[in-house]
């Protein structure tokens, strides 16, 4: 604990420039002003630096860019690969890992060790990866990196420790996958195909054993070459050679035959017995044209054949449409027995597998779900049912359904309020789903001990708004709303004019403000719209008001450049930019458009469902042809009954319960005579700039090296973080309307002489300045219907460097004051009138926290570049903290932790902060991101509890934590991915099944594929790289493969690189005895008939 004191006389000599509290005049806003008498404040701090740590939690949602996918059919457990180098590791619900290969290269195939807690994951950069499951946190064992060869196809044999490595140049490898290290058994392509051959057969594209006989591997080669290679005698059974190009091969469990598909979209069988022709050649989706020849289809890229004991077989393949069909959307085919049934797919088709009864490759299989990767969903399809329904899917794999624009982290939320939403949200639900369950049921996960209610809203570019159940680390949907259903839709715009105006995304979400007590909901839209929402039970049919705001500025700040250091910044590196949407009358010239809105709100009455009810419309207007500046600051207080709004032209005051404007004013008009700079009236402009817009959720990284001297000022909350001007312009040319950027209810001290805490409006602008708006509101509920609310400037002004961020109380005592509420009640439910129902409002006033502590409280204000506190009435500067000079922050809150409290910030730097409140000493700095990009800027927030969000890609949610107590009980949070599980035994076959179709046990690979038969590979082939695994990996691996592969990294640590050398000369020595020892032999058999006198 630790005790600090401030003395407030003499404080301007301690307070550095730039920063101060008083309000007199303009030339004295930048001076600290004393306190009005010396008196000691003690506040105990408990939070130190040893209670921060900052690492990833959990990743929601589904993985960007899929490229691979895996089963393992006795774990039960699914794998995800992505092009970034990501793998996604699925169970039952709850159980979710994610892991990332350092080198970001793509996954390029998974291959699961069946029951043995292991993953086999092949990379873009020619690197093979083993991982350890039996560990929550997985780690990388062994990695096998090929120098001269890519790889193109990995097959593992079940409960077989080789992998068969295919390349592009046509070889095939062996490795061992308990060392890592490949074989000295090498299938060449040469030796594969006919000596006749005088081409190359192209690509390993397939590389499987039979199920009849493990020593018999079919590689099928791209050009539509098939080999069955006898692995003891090292030469081929037979080949096979086909005129289109092979794309994927599948076995009849009984090994006599196998199905390949084909380019030109054709099925081919083939029969063990006569591999001249294939037994049957189908065009699954080619029609027979009128001159007898088929149509020409599309490549079928992968085929399943499988077996079903009670039924006929399954043949399952994506592609093949034919190419006059190739305007719909891409199809999964099942052919069951006659039946053939076509899957339409609402995106392109990764990836698909069957997901069968029993490992074991020569048993009937009996197919019970197909899994489809999709390039943005995965689909799992029932096959016991005829109609084949869809399973329903228990993981977020749709957060990006539309686009993501904002995010908004809720924790220690009302604890009823899930299972309201809940109960609303379940009414919407889809049905038609199979009644099965999850066939993905692997795994472990217990609820933790954190078991507090959280939730995250997530708005979107279409509109809608989601809540999710956050609590445990897990995500569920709650509820969707829509906010589209609010306007009338937009029509369509005549002639060019659209294409200059025309708005892709007219509904998008910008920003979300929610009160979970009071279960109000304020919903800002790209079109310069705000609309409010109250929670029912209960449907209804009401009209909704809509109240127009004109907010135009008609001056211009100008500013010398030494007073202020905000200039545009962070370009968006997307190209799709919503601007604000034309008006309904869109075929008015922009020159006679005014006092018209962006969107048409619907004037009629509307039934609303049980949930979040549309209330009230706010719409900013058109004014002298040009279209209203996008809303950059929002605040909503249910117990005043009032919201505020801000852009770049001022600000505006709404009291919703009598429906009435308030306040409307530019934001030098809220100055008064307290103005410290000068301005100079202007015409209004005649041209506006592009706004970059919400919905382009870029995959680019834009660098912050570039943008580390600049700050996201006026413009960044004009354009909602869009800069799109130049830093080098000069400042009178610079355009430097200030923009209000922050804005906060609650009580306190309008002015210097108050002796009570009355509620105010706090005001924070582009340029640093804080306003402070006194309020005089009724309290009884009547008169509060009736009587109007005034406010009014009272030229209050505080000064910061930077845009103004975020405001935050706290008492005398450090406690955080929050925000007074009014406690929910349902607006449509039926009322006594004997009884009329009255307001109850909670209010968190200063004065009624604090009993000895005197009069006053501290107010904490945080901008891009500094943070201060100050005491209030007296508004005095106690504390002040420079948060970054090179860099700017993007994102700041006040956030519960460990019985305490701290200013948490995230950068634009990438530098995540914590600082200790009151006094501001920096407690956390982690350099977390070093690249940003505008959807990270747009969707980090921080919440109570030390976590915080943000979107790591467009279809994905990462949760972190900065505290340390929560990074020591990670592991206690997640799931775990291995279960130890018996693995099944195989099907009695029977004597004349056995006798007649040959012994599968009898194949020794060791005896094949080991050093003492096969030698080793050259060193230059390939080259082993230790893993990186944990302790508790080593351990937790210690019987099975996954221990021996452990045990054998350790050995090779200890024994060095000297033993590798060592190794290398004694293969030189061994292959220079051997050549001597050919040409000696070879000259004794020329001399051996020789007589003495021939030499």
Known sequence: MKKFRKVLDGLTTSSPAGVGGSSSCASAAGTPTAGPSPREID????????????????????????TALAFDPVQKLLAIGSRSGGVRILGRPGVDCYCQHESGAAVLQLQFLINEGALVTAC????????????????????????????????LPFQSKWLYVGTERGNTHIANIESFILSGYVIMWNKAIELATKTHPGPVVHLSDSPKDE???????????????????????????????????????????????????????????????????TFPHGKTQRDGRKESCKPILKVEYKMSRNSEPFVIFSGGLSYDKASRRPTLTIMHGKAITVLEMDHPIVEFMVLCDTPYPNEVQEPYAAVVLLEKDLVVVDLTQSNFPIFENPYPM???????????????????????????????????????????????????????????LTGHADGTIKFWDATAMTLQMLYKLKTSKVFEKPKAVEGGRGAELGEEDPYAVQ??????????????????????????KHDANTNITVLEVRLQCEVEEVISPSD????????????????????????????????????KVKDRTIRMPPGYQAELVVQLLWVDGEPPQPITSLDINSAYGLLALGNCNGLAVVDYIQRTVLLCMSTLELYGAADPFQR??????????????????????????????????????????????????????????????????????????????????????????????PMSIPTDDQERQEEPVTMAPTGTVLMLKGSVLRFGFLDLRGAVISAPYEVWRDPNAQEDPERPRKRKLVNFSPSSSQENCGEGHLAVVCSERQAVVFLMPAQVCLHVHNITEASFVLR???????????????????????????????LLDVNYLPLTDMRIARTFCFTNGGQALYLSSPTEIQRITYSQEMCDNLQDLLGELFTPIETPEAQNRGFLKGFFGGNTQTFDREELFGEAAAGKASRSLAQHIPGQAGMEGMKAAAGGAVGELARARIALDERGQRLGELEERTALLMTSAETFSKHAHELMLKCKDKKWYQF
């Open 511 to 536: 920003m979300l403000s929610w009160c979970p007590h009071s279960r109000l909901l304020c919903v800002v839209g790209i079109s310069a719209n705000l609309i409010l929402y109250r929670f029912s």
């Open 564 to 599: 202020t250091e905000n200039t545009p910044c962070l370009s968006d590196p997307s190209g799709h930019s919503p601007q604000p949407p034309p008006s309904p009358r869109s075929n008015t010239p922009d020159s006679a458009r005014d006092s018209i809105p962006c969107l």
């Open 124 to 155: 873009a950069d020619d690197t093979l990866h083993l991982w350890n499951l039996r560990q929550k946190r997985p780690a990388i064992l062994h990695s096998l990196k090929f120098n001269r060869e890519r790889i193109t196809f990995c097959h």
């Open 43 to 66: 506040v105990a701090e408990t939070l130190t630096s040893e209670s921060f740590q900052i690492c990833k939690t959990v990743r929601h949602g589904f993985p960007c860019q899929p």
């Open 680 to 773: 100079l009236t202007r015409s209004p402009r005649k041209s506006r700039q592009s706004t970059p817009g919400l919905t382009e959720l870029s995959d680019n990284q834009v660098s912050m090296d570039a943008e580390r001297s600049k700050s996201p000022t006026s413009e960044s909350r004009e354009n909602s973080f869009s800069r799109s001007r130049s830093s080098s312009v000069s400042s009178i040319d610079r355009d430097t309307k200030e923009a209000v950027t922050a804005l906060q209810f609650g009580e306190s001290y309008g002015r210097k002489t108050d002796a009570l805490p009355t509620p105010c409006l706090w005001v924070g602008t582009s340029l640093g300045l804080v306003l402070l708006i």
């Open 215 to 281: 020593g018999k591997l079919l590689i099928g080669f791209e050009s539509g070459t098939v080999v069955m290679w006898d692995l003891r005698a090292k030469k081929a059974d037979f080949r096979i050679h086909y005129d289109e190009a092979i794309h994927s091969v599948s076995w009849h469990h009984e090994g006599k035959q196998f199905m390949c598909s084909h380019s030109d979209g054709s099925l081919t069988v083939w029969n063990l017995r006569n591999t001249a022709r294939p037994v049957q050649v």
């Open 892 to 922: 700041a809150d006040l956030v519960s932790f460990c019985n305490s409290v701290c200013l948490a910030c995230f950068c634009a730097n990438g530098h995540v902060m914590t600082l200790s409140l009151p006094s501001l000493r920096p």
């Open 398 to 456: 749709d957060i990006h359904e539309s686009p993501v624009t904002c995010t908004a982290y809720f924790a220690d939320c009302p604890p009823d309020i899930i299972p309201v939403l809940y109960s609303i949200g379940a009414k919407h639900k889809k049905t038609g789903y199979s009644h099965k369950e999850w066939p993905v049921s692997g795994g472990t996960w217990t609820l933790g001990s954190q078991t507090y209610p959280e939730i995250i």
